[in-house]
Structure formats: C-alpha cells, structure tokens
C-alpha cells in the first residue's frame, strides 16, 4: 500500500504538467495574469483593452477592441516536431460588420488565436527571408519565421483558409463562421503539427508561443471577446 501511495503522489505533479500553458492567474479573477503571459501589442496600432474577468463561475479573459488591436501571448519553446494539441474555449458577443476575410481593408475578427512558429529561413521565399530580417532588426528580434492563426470570421466558412493579406508568413484559418452562436462558449482543438504541416509543407522547428486575440483597428467597428481553459499537451498515442 506504501508503495502505491507513493506511486500516486510522485505521477500526481506530471499530470498537473501536462498542461504547458500556465493558468491566466494564481489569484482573484481580477488579479494581474500569472508569468509568463504578457501583453502582445502592435506597434502604431491602438491597443485593445485585456482583462481577467470571472464568467460562468471561471476565470477568463476578456478582449474589449475599439477600433483596435492586441492580445495575450505565452511564450513558448517546444519542438515542434512532436504531436501537440491545442485546446481552447472561446466565445463573442458581437460581428464585424466590416470584417472581409484575408483582405487589408478588412482584416479584422471578433477572436482569434495565433501560434507562433519557428521555420529556417531558407525555407521562405526571398522576398519574405528580406522582410523578415529587416523586421526583426527595427521592430522585433523575435518575430516568428511563421505564423498559424485561428480566426472566428462574420462570413467565411469554418474550414475556409488563406494566406494574410499582409505576409505569406500568415496562414489563416477560419475555425467559426457567421453561423456561430454570439454570447455562448464553444470548444476547439486542434492539432498543431498537422495543421502547420498543411499550411507550410513540413513541421516547424519549434513552437514559440500562442497569443489569444482580437481586433477591430481596419474596420473601426467595437467588440468584446472571452477565452477560456487554454490548454496545449502532448496527444496520446
């Protein structure tokens, strides 16, 4: 029987490690969101407004973008060879009226999740190798090579996916479309490796961080968003 408790109490700290995304927040709902998350802005851009907030009985944080853009990002250093799953909820109370999927002009979406990866660069073209370098030099040492996003779209349908309007290091994909319920929490999983592989030919080198977001800066319009019980393990076998 000691042995078996002692079993139980040793495995007990690998299953609360499974999850590799830290919980928003050790305290209150109100409280400051717990290292390593911080805020992901856009330089120039307005930044939207983020908070930890309690709905439902569980803490989450809300997104309010009025005519602005940002989100919460967690950084990350995983190979990205292996089988990860990323799980979310999530949830808007309003559409984008203005919203276009993949334009410049109307590259706004009520949520969305970005995954941040690592490719060398001899895998880009030549064109996005140079804007690559020359945004890390002036804006951001650690831009990713490639980028997935989930985005919650008013008129594409789920399944729907292209390339940014902005950069062919961005491919966008539509997980919930203008038939989605507003004000209602709905579940997503996604598997990482294949969902990277799909969109740019192989597995990333490795996973450098997911960013919970929404913004509304093109369009000008006003949104408010939730996310939930993020999650990222590693998929049984």
Known sequence: MR????SLLLAAPLTQAENLLTPWTAGPPAAE?????????IPKLKPSVRTLVELDGKPVLQVNADAAAGGLVHPLSLPGDQAWQLSWQWRTEQ??????????EGDDYAARVYVLLDYPLDTLSFVDRQKL???????????????????????AAPGTH??????????????????APLGEWLAESR?????????????????LGVV???????????????FAT????LSKP
């Open 3 to 6: 042995a078996l408790v002692l």
């Open 33 to 41: 969101w717990s290292a390593p998350w911080k805020l992901a802005d």
């Open 95 to 104: 559409k984008l009226d203005k919203a276009r999927f993949a334009t410049r």
């Open 133 to 155: 370098r020359l945004a890390r030099t002036f804006f951001d040492p650690d831009l990713p090579a490639a980028t997935l996003s989930y985005v919650w779209d008013n008129r």
């Open 162 to 179: 292209a390339r940014s309007a902005y950069t062919e290091t961005v491919e966008m994909r539509v997980l919930r479309g203008p038939e």
């Open 191 to 207: 598997d990482l490796r294949a969902d990277a592989t799909a969109a740019f030919g192989s597995a990333p080198r490795k996973i």
């Open 212 to 226: 919970f977001a929404a913004d509304s800066d093109n369009t000008g319009e006003s949104l408010t968003s939730y």
């Open 230 to 233: 993020p999650q990222l393990q």
